[in-house]
């Protein structure tokens, strides 16, 4: 009953190949309505919390005229609407049944598919704007002369397109009475090659596309880093090769487990041992996958001094009794890193910090 991107909320019978619909997996269901429950619930929190703190930074002191801050902006609203899908998931794999009707099976798989993709192609851009702005400085298509209006236009684009991949599976969703439980499940047309499609579409735009921009782009930004004299360059490559590494190690796993799956309803390695295996082996590398939305807010934010400096000083506008003076010179460092930030693009391209 849990849920994947390619073959969310299938029923048990959908996810297994004609003559083997008799294969037992009790202990697989009996597994995940204890583990799910608890890991969706912890990575929701956690999420919640980190991606909330993110905008409530960008709220009070963004600059709609940086591309970084708009980005950063709505990768964290990507992580918090797919963040909501959570709690329904979480309650559907301990109950087992679907008791939130049909439209909510709609809605909820559309936070669950806009908010991942959504969240994919944010880090596209980001990662796409760091290589502009580092690597073609002078006639970058993200420089700061650029209007509002053209960085809102890229933004909705960027939505559009992260609905355009979702709409298969938020068409496809239904409510269906199976063996007297009500279980949320995509129901494909008979007769189509849907269901190969959703597999192909999330691998190859849930990590393929992604894994090479990236690749690409910081492969031509850490050689300019290098080539820059500063202390601080080695921070620098040491974060590119963090956020690399992070997302080919939370989302690999996950890939790999839908392509074999996706072999699994093409008749390959058909057995109920595989069947279970899979089911199982999905159960872990969704989660860790899932993760990467609690991640997003350290890399990207936090681990940057300007962003977590401004966070500091919010921190003492709210609590000034507890943060009044153990901040008071992270506030004054954010307060010069904030004016430098403004007039020093090389600063920019040392630290990544946007």
Not at 77 to 85: A, C, E, G, T
Not at 232 to 246: D, E, Q, T, W
């Amino acid at each position: 009953m849990q849920p994947n991107m390619a073959t969310k909320n299938d029923s048990a019978n959908d996810t297994i190949p004609d003559g083997f619909s008799l294969c037992n997996n009790n202990n697989v269901m009996a597994f995940s309505r204890v583990f799910l429950p608890t890991l969706y619930s912890i990575v929701f929190i956690v999420g919640f919390i980190g991606n909330g703190l993110v905008l409530c930074v960008l709220v009070k002191y963004h600059k709609w005229s940086n591309m970084s801050d708009v980005c950063l902006f709505n990768l964290a609203i990507s992580d918090l609407i797919f963040l909501l899908s959570l709690p329904f998931w979480a309650h559907y794999a301990a109950t087992t049944r679907w008791t939130f009707g049909n439209f909510m099976c709609h809605t909820v798989t559309a936070f669950y598919t806009l908010g991942f993709y959504g969240s994919i192609f944010f880090m596209i851009l980001m990662t796409i704007e760091r290589y502009s702005v580092i690597v073609h400085t002078n006639n970058s298509l993200f420089s700061k002369h650029r209007s509002v209006r053209a960085i809102i236009a890229l933004i909705l684009l960027m939505w559009t397109l992260s609905l355009g991949a979702s709409l298969p599976n938020i068409i496809w969703a239904q409510v269906n009475n199976t063996s007297e439980v009500w279980t949320c499940s995509l129901e494909y047309p008979e007769g189509t090659k849907w269901r190969y499609f959703s597999y192909m579409e999330l691998n190859i735009l849930g990590l393929i596309i992604p894994l090479s921009v990236m690749v690409f782009c910081y492969s031509r930004i850490i050689p300019i880093l290098m080539s820059i004299k500063s202390q601080k360059k080695h921070r620098a490559v040491r974060l590119i090769l963090v956020l690399v590494s992070v997302f080919f190690l939370f989302w690999t796993p996950y890939n790999i487990v839908i392509f074999l799956t996706f072999l699994h309803h093409l008749g390959y390695m058909s057995t109920c041992e595989w069947y279970q295996d899979l089911t199982m082996a999905m159960q872990w590398v969704e989660t860790i996958a899932f993760c990467h939305c609690c991640i997003n807010p350290i890399i990207y934010a936090f681990v940057g001094n300007r962003f977590r400096n401004l966070f500091l000083k919010m921190l003492k506008l709210w609590f000034p009794l507890c943060f009044g003076r153990c901040t008071t010179t992270e506030s004054e460092c954010s307060e010069k890193m904030t004016n430098r930030y403004s007039s020093e693009i090389s600063c920019t391209k040392i630290k990544l910090n946007h």
